[in-house]
């Protein structure tokens, strides 16, 4: 898969990708706004292992952003199942260096319409933690709206906090 985000693109991940990948993922200020499965420090082995998972998902759900050949960040979708089976959750972290320039919400923009089109999703949503403003306004920039706010719902860096829930769904 490969979509054009303006000067950067969503496209699978490659194996080369892993230095760039623990470099920009190496970062407080990013662990920070992840769940916990995402490790700090960030090494290159962790990279490799992260790549080597999604060689073999089917269907693809999960993506690098690119800006040309180098690896800036990830995005992708946790497919729900069961019931939920028309929803999804999607997911994105970008090196900081890139943070504040627009790539992040073309991004979301970009793999929310590819979601739309390729499953038969109703609904996307996003968890983001309260202190995260930026990211709210990314959401809510690719069209997303604040759908709940669950008070003292996670635990991150010694602090219980809020976590906000942002919806999409298929127009």
């Known amino acids: 898969m490969h979509i054009d985000i303006g000067t950067c693109q969503i496209r699978h991940y490659r194996q080369d990708d892993a230095v760039s990948m623990a470099a ?7 662990w920070r706004n992840m769940q916990d499965g995402f490790p700090h420090p960030f090494t290159l082995a962790d990279a490799q292992a992260r790549i080597a998972l999604t060689v ?3 269907p693809q759900q999960t993506f690098a952003i ?3 050949e180098q690896f800036i960040g990830g995005i992708g979708l946790e497919l729900r199942q069961d019931v939920f089976r028309r929803s999804a959750e999607i997911g994105y972290w970008l090196g900081e260096s890139h ?3 627009g790539i992040a919400t073309a991004a979301v923009r970009a793999l929310t319409e590819f979601a739309f ?4 999703l109703v ?3 996003a968890s983001v933690f309260e202190w995260n403003p930026a990211s709210c306004r990314v959401l809510e920039k690719a069209g ?3 759908e709940a706010r669950l008070r003292k719902a996670v635990y991150k860096d010694g602090e219980i ?3 906000l829930i942002y919806t999409r769904l298929r127009e």
């Open 24 to 30: 920009a993922a190496n970062n407080r200020n990013i």
């Open 56 to 58: 073999n998902q089917v």
């Open 66 to 68: 690119a800006s040309g």
């Open 99 to 101: 943070w504040g320039q």
């Open 117 to 120: 089109e390729q499953f038969e």
């Open 123 to 125: 609904r996307i949503d």
């Open 144 to 146: 997303y709206v604040q």
């Open 161 to 163: 906090i809020d976590r």
